[in-house]
T-cell receptor, first 111, second 110 residues
């Protein structure tokens, strides 16, 4: 079964800065997804990233705040821009067709 | 749109008690159904899943049956342990998207 990895696993950042989260899969996949889990909450889909096209964002999420790259079939990045404490969450990468579906997550704390 | 409703927590049980966490869903088409578990301070782990009606997913003593007629996927375990204390999420996967319930926190006391 394919394995999903994310970097960093956790980070503490200052308000106003940006953080780029990486997601790597050890097999080629068409669709990759980014989710957010705010403290004590459930998971919410941020966007869908297909290789070779612009990411598709869900209602409430915009490209300026969460730019996404998908340069090839095994890799994607999510950037959380101009961070505020409200962005403190776990960010998870998800991949279609992988048993676990979800990466281990990146735990972000914004001070 | 698609959605998942699961019973609110927290649920507090004594060790060896029977567990049921209710989950119902609304979806177009024919979704796959999942239960995920999140232990304190950890990421999301797939607990079990079912992909078609009447399928039973099972893992670590937990079971859930895909009931299309009642659009439900209730999680059960016959005898819980302290180590089962965690947050449990019911989810559906439909047209390439996951829809999660709000999560149910389970506390098991010795």
């Amino acid at each position: 079964s394919a394995v999903i990895s994310q970097k960093p696993s956790r980070d503490i950042c200052q308000r106003g800065t940006s953080l780029t989260i990486q997601c790597q899969v050890d097999s080629q996949v068409t669709m990759m997804f980014w989710y957010r889990q705010q403290p004590g909450q459930s998971l919410t889909l941020i966007a869908t990233a297909n290789q070779g096209s612009e990411a598709t964002y869900e209602s409430g999420f915009v490209i300026d705040k969460f730019p996404i790259s998908r340069p090839n079939l095994t890799f994607s990045t999510l950037t959380v821009s101009n961070m505020s404490p409200e962005d403190s969450s776990i960010y998870l990468c998800s991949v279609e067709g992988v048993e676990q579906f979800f990466g281990p997550g990146t735990r972000l704390t914004v001070l | 749109g698609d959605s998942v409703t699961q019973m609110e927590g927290p649920v507090t049980l004594s060790e060896e008690a029977f567990l049921t966490i209710n989950c119902t869903y609304t979806a177009t088409g024919y979704p796959s159904l999942f239960w995920y578990v999140q232990y304190p301070g950890e990421g999301l782990q797939l607990l079990l899943k079912a992909t078609k009606a009447d399928d039973k997913g099972s893992n670590k003593g937990f079971e859930a049956t895909y009931r299309k007629e009642t659009t439900s996927f209730h999680l059960e375990k016959g005898s819980v342990q302290v180590s089962d204390s965690a947050v449990y999420f019911c989810a559906i996967y439909n047209f390439n998207k996951f829809y999660f319930g709000s999560g149910t926190k389970l506390n098991v006391k010795p």
